[in-house]
């Protein structure tokens, strides 16, 4: 039982350090901040998992209402970084990005939303799906097409394994198909079309659209299987590597630590992930199963998304890898999620034990 509690914030503390530990070889001027957001998250992480989930459903709606809140103020007064208009500046010295808290607060509300409604009721469903578009569409116009895609897949895991019939999921299906062409056409950047063209074009040709994944190829590669050693990757140390301390962390990572290096950071993630679906299947209460689930997913898909887009097999979207690329935003989204499954896992009943007749 004992290591059951201790899990999850062991390998969230174990990428903590990898992080501070890449961070002040590659970008060494961040690692001081890095290491006070790592500080407020775990505060933020060890607060939450003491909070009975029937609390966190009580108050679901204000998280959810304070977010939406939060996603207006950076289209009307925000900071605009890299093209999205995604940021809110606190201070002088820092600055957050509302969008990282979308599943977490997002899934709160729609996992209570679905154990309450009959989601084989067209209206009832729809509701629900109007609670998920709501953020989605606010995201999307900043636009930060990266984390809408997450937020879709893991959410959107939770309405796909509820009682919902398959007629209304393959009408959700052409209605998204049918989004993501208006998006194409009134919504993305020059850059983000550029980015997703290049990817499926031929990728032998070097070119500004490109760049980037080509450089992040020449890393993981020369990597090989021990790395160069922190503080010897070359991609990284001579800045060819963009993005280098945040969406291409994994590359700078495998560059100086190898394939064994980056090997046990997808076996972390996975273990993440593993977990939360552990405690979906543990826990007594309904939503909380629900959410452990959209936990475990959104864990699996930014962590392959962003895998993926370093190692070339999927295009550039402007993920970070959580608890390891830098920044405050991410880190405390990521430790407020986990902390709810923490607060699930600590709750789970004792499993039953077996007596001999």
């Known amino acids: 039982m004992c290591m059951r509690l201790w899990l999850l914030p062991a390998i969230m503390a174990v990428l903590a350090m990898l992080s501070l530990l890449l961070l002040k070889s590659v970008a060494p001027s961040l690692a001081g901040n890095q290491f006070v957001y790592f500080c407020l998250g775990f505060v933020l992480f060890a607060g939450v998992s003491r909070l009975p989930f029937a609390f966190l459903e009580k108050i679901n ?3 959810y209402l304070g977010l939406i809140i939060l996603l207006i103020i950076p289209l009307v007064i925000g900071k605009t970084t890299r093209g999205i208009a995604g940021w809110i500046d606190i201070g002088t ?13 997002v899934a709160l509300v729609v996992a209570r939303q679905i154990t309450l409604f009959d989601m084989r009721r067209p209206l009832q469903l729809a509701k629900v799906i109007a609670l998920l578009a709501i953020p989605a569409g606010l995201i999307l116009v900043e636009p930060d097409l990266g984390t809408t895609v997450i937020y879709i897949l893991a959410l959107g895991s939770v309405v796909f394994i509820s009682p919902v019939r398959w007629r ?7 209605l998204g198909i049918l989004s993501v062409v208006l998006a194409w056409t009134f919504v993305f950047e020059p850059y983000q079309k550029n980015r997703i063209t290049s990817f499926l074009g031929d990728s032998s040709e070097m070119t500004a659209a490109n760049y980037n994944a080509q450089q992040s190829l020449i890393a993981v590669g020369s990597g090989q299987l021990m790395g160069r050693g922190l503080g010897h990757g070359v991609q990284s140390h001579l800045r060819f590597l963009p993005e280098r301390q945040t969406d291409f962390i994994y590359a700078s990572m495998a560059e100086e630590l190898g394939f064994i290096g980056s090997s046990l950071v997808v076996l972390m993630y996975s273990a993440l992930s593993l977990f939360c679906l552990y405690v979906a299947i543990r826990t007594e209460n309904k939503a909380g199963m629900y959410f452990s689930i959209a936990a475990a997913a959104a864990i699996a898909f930014q962590s392959g ?49 077996m007596h001999l007749t």
């Open 168 to 174: 209304y999921l393959l009408c959700m299906a052409g």
């Open 93 to 105: 010295l820092f600055s957050i990005q509302p969008s990282q808290l979308a599943i977490p607060l």
């Open 305 to 353: 998304v962003n895998m993926g887009m370093n190692m070339g097999i999927l295009p550039i979207t402007g993920i970070t890898l959580p608890l390891l690329s830098y920044g405050g935003s991410s880190i405390l989204a990521t430790c407020l999620l986990l902390g709810i499954v923490q607060s699930l896992n600590i709750n789970l009943p004792p499993k039953p034990s």
């Open 61 to 63: 709606w204000v998280g």
